[in-house]
C-alpha cells in the first residue's frame, strides 16, 4: 500500500519490512488491558469473542476441492448468511458495552450500515442462486465449469463486491472506524487482547469474503475445463487461494486509492442507487432465464393438468 501512495511503508523490521505483522501483533498481545470503570465487563469481553467466532465460523461449508469441506450439506448458502448477519450482534454489544459515546456512535454506525448492505449482499447472493438453482456451494462450483457466472452476472458481481467492502467495513465504507471523528469508532475503549480479537474478525471477514466472492462468480476452486484430481498436489485448493488472493489485493487497492465517504453518502447511496438497482436485476435475470427457456431444472415451473 505504501508503494501505491508512493510514501515509504513500515519497512524496518525484517526484510523490506516482511515481518511487520508479527511485531504489530506481539506488541498488541503484551499490551495492558485497560478496562473502562462504566462498562458493563460481560459484553465488553462477550463483544470481541463474538465477532471473531462468527467470522471464523463462515469457513465450515467452504470448499476447498470436492468434498473438502468441513460440512457439505445442502443448505450452505443460506448457513453463511446467517453466520454472517450474527456478527453485527458483536460490533453492537461492543459499543453499548464500552459506556462512550465515541464507541457508542461508532456502533449504531456500523450496524445501521453492515444491515443496509446487507440487502445488497444476500440479493446478490439471491441472483446467483436463481441461475444454478441449489444452495450447496460445491454444486455452484460444478456448475461454473463451463462458463464463471462473472461473466453473464456481471453488474450483480460489481453489486455484490461494493457491498462486500461495506459488509467488512473497508475504504470507502469505513466510516465506523472514522478516526477524525469517533477516535476509533466502536473498539475504542478497547486495548490489548480483547483488541486482537477485533483485528482478526475484521480481517477473517476481508479473506472470507474474499473467498467467497471467487466461489460465487470466478467458479471457486475450478478452472474452466475440468477436474485435476490426478495430480499429487492438491491444485484445486491452490487455485481457490490465487483467486482468492487477487481480491484481497483489490481490498489493498480501494483502501490505498480512495477517499472515505460521509456517512449521509453512505446510507443514501445504498438506498436510493444500489438497492433499486439489484432489485431490477432481481426482477430482469429470472425473466431472462424464463424468455429463453433455461431456467435450471430445480425451478422448472409445474406443468399443468388438462382434464377432457
Known sequence: MGSMQR??????????????????????VVKEQVIPTQATKSLFFLAPMISLIFSLLGWGVIPFGPGLALSDFSLGILYS??????????????????????????????????????????????SVLLLCGTFNITEIIEMQQSVWYVLPLLPIFLLFFVSA?????????????????????????????????????????????????????????MLPGGHYNEYIVNIESIVLGLKAVLFM?????????????????????CWTHMLPMVIALLILIPSLLIAFDIYPHVLSPPKLRHYS
Open 249 to 269: 489485493f483489490v481490498f489493498v487497492w480501494i483502501r490505498a486509492t480512495l477517499p472515505r465517504m460521509r456517512y449521509d453518502s453512505l446510507m443514501v447511496f
Open 81 to 126: 448468511l446467517a453466520v454472517s448477519s450474527i456478527g453485527v450482534y458483536g460490533i453492537l454489544f461492543a459499543g453499548w458495552s464500552a459506556n462512550s459515546k465515541y464507541a457508542f456512535l461508532g456502533s449504531l454506525r456500523s450496524t445501521a450500515q453492515m444491515i443496509s448492505y446487507e440487502l445488497i449482499y444476500s440479493a446478490a447472493v439471491l
Open 165 to 221: 467492502l461495506a459488509e467488512t467495513n473497508r475504504t470507502p465504507f469505513d466510516l465506523p472506524e472514522a478516526e477524525s471523528e469517533l477516535v476509533a469508532g466502536f473498539m475504542t475503549e478497547h486495548s490489548g487482547m480483547i483488541f486482537v480479537f477485533f483485528f482478526l474478525a475484521e480481517y477473517c471477514s476481508i479473506v472470507l469474503m474474499s473467498t467467497f466472492t471467487a466461489i460465487l462468480f470466478l467458479g471457486g476452486y
Open 7 to 28: 510514501r515509504i511503508g513500515p519497512n524496518v523490521v525484517g526484510y523490506y519490512g516482511v515481518l511487520q505483522p508479527f511485531a504489530d501483533a506481539l506488541k498488541l
